[in-house]
């Protein structure tokens, strides 16, 4: 099983950036997928979750219209677009995938936003 989350780089404030999470070794279209974040001190917090179909999507009220989570199925990745980025989006975003029995983890890709 692997997560391999790319994208994440130094951008200035009100920049955007696009997250990918690339997944193989299970069945990744019957998984609910997410993002999740990880600030210098902090706990880990869900940024958005996206349903198995995609039909379904929850995002963190911190980042609701600035942020989109989308799948594609036939390439078993999942994506982040971020734009409006703010100093406090400073986090490592890992991508994770669940379902009722087993979840898995990527290694995480670093996001920082300073000027």
């Known amino acids: 099983v692997q997560l391999v989350e790319s994208g994440g780089v130094l951008v200035h404030p009100g920049g955007s950036l696009r997250l990918s999470c690339a997944a193989s070794g299970f069945g990744f279209r019957s998984y609910i997928m997410t993002w999740r974040r990880q600030a210098p001190g902090k706990e880990s917090e869900l940024v958005a979750s996206?349903?198995?179909?995609?039909?379904?999507?929850i995002y963190a009220d911190y980042v609701k219209g600035r942020i989109t989570i989308s799948r594609d199925n036939a390439k078993n990745s999942v994506y982040l677009q971020m734009n409006s980025l703010k100093p406090e989006d400073t986090a490592v975003y890992y991508c994770?995938?669940?379902?009722?029995?087993?979840?898995?983890w990527g290694q995480g890709t670093r996001v920082t936003v300073s000027s």
């Open positions: 994770k995938a669940l379902n009722t029995a087993y979840n898995y």
């Open positions: 996206i349903s198995s179909g995609g039909g379904s999507i």
